[in-house]
């Protein structure tokens, strides 16, 4: 996943842009970028690192402009070693375009191919926005050929990018001197909401990954875009709107719900939070069925993600909740770290047990996933060393047992704990663990639509291996896994290099 912003509005917005970037933080580490528009003119600044190391005084002098775009990447697909890779990205024509996209595309090499046999396009970079962004250009172009832009023609556009694109996407793109469109993949796979502030001098409108954003800069309207819509923002800063999918059925990721969203974020109508505490009350239920409730002394998170569940599960068993972890705030999310190696070494530097609180008691933790297993493992050992006697483990979500091929950095399952279907009892043992209890998917299904009843499916595939795209198939699988063994065996570069 990434985490994305467009704002368009009758102010400078380079400060505006630089603090949306903040709160969409832990939506990726890896780089940031912003690129404003002054006039007809572009300025862009990005490099790898995180928001507040990529951004100087004298860039955001730089930024000018009354619109503009940013990004904070998580990469999924491409080279996370280059800057090259790092958004938003640009195109000349038709007119300059500045891109931004969140998201994975499941069919990016032969789009790739497709563009460069048949529209005479060059992707210079290996990554699926690029594709995607010279998609939508060259779409544009066909359709101002002899015509001026309109909201019809940008919708027109945006219909072609749902009949050549597939997998999750959702993007903004900033056209110089015309306009802002943003528009979501039609199953709405990844978040993207939007919001209206009447400013002194004209309307502000904003797009971004997560409703805290919006709230954070006290936007009066909080929306989210439809599956398959795209909405298009004038020069007079009108809002028009269209569906443009033939098909759109909202299907969102329900792993953003688990661990990647903010707990004050809204998301599709689900508060993140709230469906967080109605997972630890799901759970409570099988952790019940599987360990007797009076062995636990105690139940604690493993912070930050998992702690509304963990609360809400404690409760319901009544038994004693305790913070036993310190967590060192300037550390990154480990999940999200490129690289198996560096996970495992930061889990010590990120999390510190208070050995009062674990001493000669049996422990419940609570997670909200168990993915590689990496962690845990280390978690669960530093349990004990702190002095617990038993380490129970729970999960917050079913057992991860499938690639997510949508924005989620799953790319094997022989990197996943559950990837070759082991069983609790081994998943246990290689954890260390006493007893390993994790989510049913029909209680994550159940929990996420007691939030809003109005949504029928939720992407699960990392857990069930069902593809809501529907073009995912074993050969598919196979070559991402073989592509990401290759990518591990490459040398890395020195700093001499």
């Not at 110089?176 to 909401?193: E, W």
């Not at 809002?239 to 329900?254: F, K, R, S, T």
């Not at 790319?411 to 009892?425: Q, S, Y």
């Amino acid at each position: 996943m990434c985490g994305i912003v467009g704002l368009f509005s009758h102010e400078p917005v380079n400060q505006r842009l630089y603090d949306s970037l903040l709160l969409l933080q832990h939506r990726g580490q890896d780089a940031a970028g912003i690129a404003t528009l002054d006039g007809l003119t572009f300025h862009m600044h990005k490099a790898m690192g995180l928001v507040r190391d990529v951004f100087r005084t004298r860039d955001m002098r730089d930024l000018l402009g009354n619109s503009g775009v940013g990004q904070v990447r998580y990469p999924t697909q491409g080279n996370a070693d280059s800057n090259e890779e790092s958004q938003p990205f640009y195109v000349n024509a038709p007119y300059g375009i500045m891109f931004v996209h969140n998201g994975n595309l499941t069919n990016a090499e032969a789009l790739k191919q497709e563009l460069y046999d048949s529209d005479r396009r060059h992707i210079n970079t290996t990554s699926d926005s690029e594709v995607l962004l010279n998609v939508f250009a060259d779409e544009l172009s066909r359709l101002t050929l002899n015509t001026k832009i309109s909201p019809e023609i940008v919708f027109e556009a945006v219909r072609g990018v749902h009949k050549r694109v597939k997998g999750a996407y959702a993007c903004i793109a900033l056209i110089a001197g015309k306009g802002m469109v943003a528009f979501r993949d039609p199953f709405g796979i990844r978040p993207l909401c939007y919001g209206t502030k009447e400013g002194e001098n004209g309307r502000d409108v904003i797009f971004a990954s997560e409703s805290d954003v919006l709230e954070a800069q006290e936007y009066e309207t909080i929306l989210n875009v439809a599956p398959g819509e795209a909405i298009w923002v004038d020069m007079q800063g009108e809002i028009h709107q269209a569906q443009c999918a033939e098909h759109a059925e909202l299907v969102p990721c329900a792993f953003e719900y688990v661990y990647l969203a903010r707990p004050d974020s809204v998301i599709d109508g689900i508060s993140v939070y709230g469906a967080r505490l109605r997972l630890g009350e799901y759970l409570a239920h099988q952790v019940a069925r599987r360990i007797p409730v009076d062995e636990i002394d105690v139940v604690m998170p493993i912070p930050d993600s998992s702690r509304p569940a963990a609360q809400q599960l404690a409760q319901r068993l009544r038994l004693p909740y305790r913070e036993g972890f310190i967590k060192n705030r300037y550390v990154g999310r480990t999940f999200i770290m490129p690289g198996q190696a560096i996970r495992k070494k930061t889990v010590r530097q990120k999390l510190n047990a208070m050995a009062v609180e674990f001493k000669d008691k049996n422990v419940l933790l609570v997670d909200d996933s168990i993915v590689r297993g990496t962690t845990m493992r280390e978690i669960v050992r530093m349990t004990k060393q702190a002095g617990a006697k038993k380490v129970f483990v729970a999960s917050a979500a079913p057992r991860v047992c499938f690639p997510n091929v949508y924005g989620i950095d799953m790319p094997t399952r022989a990197e996943l704990i559950c990837g070759d279907g082991k069983g609790d009892d081994e998943v246990c043992k290689l954890l260390e663990a006493d007893a390993v209890v994790y989510q049913r998917l029909e209680d994550l299904k159940a929990a996420l639509h007691d939030m809003n009843p109005a949504i029928e499916r939720f992407e699960c595939s990392c857990f069930d291996g069902e593809y809501v795209t529907g073009d995912v198939t074993e050969e598919y699988l196979a070559k991402l896994e073989a592509q990401a063994k290759a990518a591990k065996a490459k040398p890395k570069k020195s700093a001499e290099d």
